[in-house]
């Protein structure tokens, strides 16, 4: 059985207003749980306000009900597998690549946007997956610590054990600083706040003022980072006036 958020925003006529509001709700309590799918559905309307976020939910369910896998191995090889999601390697810093209505469409991202994918498509269908905010790459795993299996579907779907997973980090950063931390789930709070994070630099390179600073208004109402964003936001506003 599909176990879809129900998202009450994604009616056509609704405002940026009311999905800022709704934003704005789902991240006042610091540290609360938020729903995966629905932040990052809303992070997709604020890049392009054509886009309701309800587009987004119907889009993973429908990708869900198309998959056959019932356990995180086969999940991850029938989505990432040949012809399935894959690492956008050649255009990292794409935007597109951090906006899952995007991610779903061209079937490419980053490590976390593929990660996020996963976990709410297993959601779905009942298999559980948890992020891992491995520093300098995004990974996930089983939710159970029952036969613990980790992924990085940027690079591969086959899973990897902690010590395959600290050899990736190795390799990636070439810093001897390994630490059993690296390995702990990150809360999909988190993994929001890094997705603006990876588009705030983004838009900063490209100088794409008007692009920052929806990705600013986002982050100032976020509780844990909102004190030096706000001042930042400010700035920002004044600058583009």
């Avoid at 902690?162 to 050899?167: T, Y």
């Avoid at 990876?198 to 600013?216: G, H, P, Q, T």
Wanted: proline residues 5%.
């Amino acid at each position: 059985m599909l176990r879809g958020h129900v998202v009450g925003l994604g009616n056509k006529g609704y405002s940026s207003a009311v999905h800022f509001e709704r934003f704005t709700e789902l991240f006042s309590i610091r540290g609360s749980v938020v729903p995966l799918d629905e932040v990052l559905a809303l992070i997709c309307h604020f890049a392009d306000e054509d886009i309701e976020p309800q587009q987004v939910i119907t889009q993973l369910d429908q990708l869900a009900s198309t998959v056959n896998s019932t356990n995180a191995v086969d999940l991850m090889a029938e989505l990432f597998g040949p012809s399935g999601f894959t690492g956008n390697s050649f255009e990292y810093d794409d935007p597109n690549n951090s906006l899952m209505l995007q991610v779903i469409a061209r079937r490419l991202g980053i490590p976390i946007t593929l990660c996020a994918l996963a976990i709410e498509v297993g959601r779905r269908i009942d298999i559980d997956l948890v992020g891992i905010g491995m520093p300098g790459h995004f990974l996930c795993r089983t939710a159970s610590q029952i036969d613990l299996k980790f992924f990085d579907p940027f690079h591969s779907p086959r899973p990897l054990s902690a010590d395959q997973c600290k050899m990736l980090y190795e390799n990636l950063t070439q810093i001897d600083n390994w630490s059993a931390e690296f390995l702990e789930p990150s809360s999909s709070r988190l993994m929001v706040i890094r997705v603006l994070s990876n588009l705030k630099s983004i838009y900063r390179r490209r100088s794409d003022v008007a692009n920052l600073r929806w990705v600013m208004r986002l982050r100032s109402v976020i509780p844990e980072i909102a004190a030096g964003e706000s001042v930042e936001f400010a700035q920002l506003m004044r600058g583009s006036n």
